[in-house]
């Protein structure tokens, strides 16, 4: 795992996920003032430990700061790099909603990991939060590597960057398998129907009958990632719009809040080359056929719910840390996004009537997770020493014995 500028493990002192800090995340130039200020002036903790997505324990006081949100950090922390990706790539308005979410949910950077195979998008984990841990893997190998970091150490917030040749051509097992085995992380498919880095072959995310840069039609159906998601049992799943920030954020801030895999289908226009008429991922075209089934708040587990709609207006689901979401129908159809059933009739639908459906299209938050499923203890693999895990002689001794029957 590269890491290129994450807070050295030395700088930080070791420990458990219910203790975890603000003082943990050592301050970038120019975020010590803020940080000092908030500790002078700190009294005393008031957050819920839940997990390690920058978990626990802001202090009231240091959300007082002027612009430090919950653990201390000023937004700036969670920029990157400069982009180098072409200028109006959507890829680009994908990191600005990253890092406002990251920022006003508070994830802590000592424990996000930020995973991504190979494309335009998937240099995109370079721009935002730079001073964390990544990994750029092979073409859509991104979620096996993601599975094996999290089974080492399952404290790490997974956040995953792919395209939609990274997902649904070269990577479509192993994002099938990463569905499949419930894997907790937040995976982001940024969505522009072509492969944008080799210059503007279509991908499987096209639309049957979109036409290419050059003229040609795509004559092969479409693979709806949202669609084979659901069918697959994932435990959430949403379609956005790049353009769309107030859908984006907080869906990208309940997708912190699941435990499992949460998949986010971002339609995100390459101006380069599927940006024309008769694109069916143009900003023009998803603009104009964008139909929103939801308004949606995020409420994170550390704020009061306040119910500020009559009953039977908005529906409610409590995430794993404790965070809502609140669904406040809009569309024409009635969607019920803790139904599998009522997820597929209305994605098939808008396929039908040429729409895109953009919001929450299912969410179950009891499942199990890939290391419930396996039993993992709460103590990441990795932190288990030799002594721990050698068996004695007599266990030893037990499962040779086991062997020979
Ligand atoms: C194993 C392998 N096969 C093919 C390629 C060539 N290649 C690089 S990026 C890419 C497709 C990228 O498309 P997408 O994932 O949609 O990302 P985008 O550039 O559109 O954001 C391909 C085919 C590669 N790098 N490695
Ligand atoms: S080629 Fe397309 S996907 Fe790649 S950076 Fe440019 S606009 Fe974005
Ligand atoms: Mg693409």
């Not at 072409?86 to 990253?98: E, R």
């Not at 986010?264 to 069916?280: A, Q, Y």
């Not at 990441?380 to 030799?386: A, V, W």
Request: overall charge negative.
């Amino acid at each position: 795992m590269s890491t290129p500028s994450q807070p050295r493990p030395s700088d930080v002192p070791r420990v458990d996920s219910a203790q975890i800090g603000p003082d943990e995340v050592p301050p970038a130039e120019g975020q010590k003032r803020a940080i000092s200020h908030a500790s002078a002036n700190s009294t005393s903790g008031v957050d819920q430990p839940t997990n390690g997505n920058g978990g626990s324990v802001a202090t009231a006081s240091r959300a007082t700061v002027s612009g430090a949100n919950r653990i201390g950090l000023l937004r700036d922390f969670y920029k990157g790099s400069p982009t180098t990706l072409c200028a109006g790539c959507g890829h680009n308005a994908i990191t600005n909603h990253i890092v406002k979410a990251f920022y006003e949910y508070g994830v802590n950077p000592y424990y996000l990991a930020k995973m991504s195979g190979i494309g335009c998008s998937s240099k995109a984990p370079d721009y935002f939060v730079s001073r964390s841990h990544g990994f750029n893997s092979v073409h859509g190998r991104m979620p096996s590597v993601a599975t094996g970091a999290k089974l080492a150490n399952r404290k790490l917030v997974l956040v995953g960057i792919s395209g939609d040749g990274d997902t649904a051509s070269i990577g479509l097992g192993q994002y099938c398998h990463m569905i499949r085995r419930n894997l907790d992380m937040v995976y982001i498919c940024e969505d522009n129907g072509v492969y944008g880095l080799t210059k503007g072959q279509f991908s499987a995310t096209a639309d049957l009958g979109s036409i290419q840069k050059g003229g040609k039609p795509n004559e092969y159906e479409t693979i709806d990632i949202c669609g084979l998601a659901i069918e697959l049992g994932a435990s959430f799943v949403a379609r956005s719009f790049s353009g769309d920030g107030k859908q984006v954020v907080p869906l990208i801030q309940a997708a912190l809040a699941h435990r499992g895999a949460a998949v986010l289908d971002i339609i995100s226009p390459c101006v380069t080359f599927n940006d024309h008429e008769g694109s069916t991922k143009s900003y023009a075209y998803v603009k104009e056929h964008d139909i929103e089934i939801q308004d949606l708040d995020f409420i994170p587990y550390y704020e009061n719910i306040q119910a500020d709609y009559a009953e039977g207006e908005t529906a409610d689901v409590k995430l794993h840390d404790g965070s809502h979401v609140r669904l406040r129908k809009l569309a024409r159809e009635e969607h019920d996004a803790t139904s599998r059933i009522s997820a597929m009739r209305v994605i098939h639908e808008a396929r039908q009537k040429g729409e895109l459906l953009t919001g929450l299209l299912y969410v179950n938050p009891k499942m199990k997770d890939l290391c419930e499923l396996e039993n993992l203890p709460e103590k990441p693999l990795k932190d288990f020493t030799e002594a721990e895990l050698r068996p004695s002689r007599h266990e030893f001794d037990a499962l040779m014995a086991e062997f020979a029957n």
